[in-house]
């Protein structure tokens, strides 16, 4: 399957990361890129433009043109908006030098939407998680998993995105796409669930405030940051 949507690397390494945006129309792309250090994940998307945007990912390589080092990244996997619960977005980890890849971690989201009149929102939601290990880039909240409608005023709908271990989660960012009256959005707060390696994360970010342009300060897009977390070691 041929994607013509606008295509988006990131290739994350300790130093920093190095965004590529291609336009992908064939299988087969290459793409040169300087030194960014040593890369511990690699995270693919699209933004769902186009025609038909639906798009089979096989695999990725990548290869250090002075050290001949290839790394080859099955995916196997649809990124499309229909597959998947939505998620245009793909994460894998690459082990590096006398270190284990992370692993993948599933994180549930809970996002519980206020009480005022006109709380909810039609609008695209997004958030970023961000940790002690990086971060998980902006993800579309696409689907709701336990209601048909997302987004509703008094309303609590659950999401869960798949990243490489971002660690203790320290804060979030989110936001939404909409303009113009009736699409903002009041939110309570967000809590985010994970299972890692060494026992479960479960991190309370409030917020109770408006993501309105017409309301409050005008924002559309904040930065929560953690206020408790509760950590249970493994067994």
């Known amino acids: 399957m041929l994607c013509h949507s606008a295509c988006v690397l990131h290739l ?13 129309i064939t299988r087969r792309r290459g793409i040169n890129l300087k030194d960014i250090g040593e890369i ?7 933004d769902n433009s186009g025609k038909d945007p639906a798009w089979y990912l096989e695999e990725i390589r990548l290869e250090n043109i ?19 619960g939505g998620n245009l977005w793909k994460e894998m980890p690459i082990a590096r030098t006398n270190k284990a890849p992370l692993p ?40 709701s998993q336990n209601n048909k ?16 271990s971002l660690g203790k989660l320290k804060k979030v960012l989110i936001s939404h796409d909409g303009t113009g009256p009736g699409n903002g959005w009041f939110l309570e707060s967000i809590v985010v669930k994970s ?22 300060d005008g924002r559309t897009e904040r930065v929560l940051f953690a206020e408790g977390s509760y950590h249970a070691g493994g067994d």
């Not at 994350?12 to 992908?24: A, D, F, N």
């Not at 549930?108 to 009480?115: D, K, L, Q, S, V």
């Not at 409608?149 to 490489?164: H, L, M, P, Y």
């Not at 299972?195 to 409050?216: A, H, I, R, S």
Request: proline fraction near 3%; charged fraction near 25%.
């Open 66 to 84: 002075d050290t001949c080092e290839l790394f080859c990244l099955a995916v196997d996997s649809w990124i499309a908006e229909n597959e998947n």
């Open 104 to 143: 993948v971690v599933v994180y549930e989201i809970y996002m519980y939407t206020g009480r005022k009149p006109g709380a909810e929102t039609e609008s695209n939601v997004l958030i970023n998680l961000i940790g002690t290990k990086g971060d998980s880039g902006n993800r579309r909240l696409h689907q």
């Open 149 to 164: 409608v997302k987004f509703r005023r008094g309303q609590v709908d659950i999401f869960s995105i798949e990243a490489v």
């Open 12 to 24: 994350t390494s300790s130093h920093h990361v190095g965004c590529l945006l291609p336009h992908i």
């Open 40 to 46: 511990y994940k690699v995270r693919i998307g699209h």
């Open 195 to 216: 299972e890692e390696e060494d026992g479960n994360q479960e991190v309370l970010f409030p917020c109770n405030q408006w993501l309105d342009e017409y309301q409050d």
